[in-house]
């Protein structure tokens, strides 16, 4: 197996093991959820900031007794966004270590494609030189055929030939028959 070939089954092995189809889902799960906590989050700073007006809006006598439940408001607010920060941390953190060292599918797929493109190419010059195979016993047939009648040409030719010779040799041979008739 030379290196290209050991860098696609690497790629491949790589590539299936991720399982994208299930990461897919998963995603869509937690990007489900990071909506949710980012909607939670503006309901949180409103609220928060609804506290935080009718405190300020409060006596400097109710200040004090109020000031313990705003502090906890803003407690379990900062909770709240520690664990949707995390949760985000964590989402992210698990793509990345699968991502991080999976190699980039891009020039496998692009090798992909053009053998693709070289297979339809080869398929197609097969095609091509089947059809050029097949024109040229035709032409074989062809030729041979056509010796065989130029072989049945010359012997016509010769024999023609001949025939002409014999008929000038006899047309001699009675020229002078012919004379002595026509004198006598």
């Known amino acids: 197996m030379n290196v290209v070939e050991q860098n696609f089954s690497g790629a491949l092995a790589t590539w299936r093991d991720i399982n994208l189809a299930e990461w897919q889902k998963t ?3 937690q990007g489900i959820e990071l909506v949710d906590n980012q909607k939670e ?3 949180g700073r409103k609220a928060l900031a609804d506290k935080t007006k009718e405190f300020k809006k409060l006596s400097d006598e109710e200040k004090p007794s109020a000031f313990k439940g705003l502090l906890k408001a803003y407690q379990m607010e900062i909770d709240n966004l520690t664990k949707r920060s995390k949760a985000s941390e964590n989402a992210f953190l698990k793509v990345y270590k699968v991502l991080a060292e ?3 599918p891009y020039p496998f797929l692009e090798a992909a494609v053009d053998q693709t493109v ?6 197609e010059s ?3 030189l089947q059809k050029l195979r097949e024109e040229n016993a035709e032409m074989k047939k062809r030729i041979y055929e056509f010796s065989i009648v130029e072989t049945a040409k010359k012997k016509a030719e010769l024999r023609v030939e001949y025939l002409e010779e014999k008929v000038m040799f006899y047309g001699l041979l009675i020229i002078p028959h012919l004379q002595m008739a026509s004198d006598e």
């Open 27 to 29: 995603l869509d799960v």
């Open 41 to 43: 989050s503006v309901l």
């Open 102 to 104: 999976a190699p980039d």
């Open 118 to 123: 070289k297979v339809a190419e080869a398929l």
């Open 126 to 128: 097969e095609v091509k």
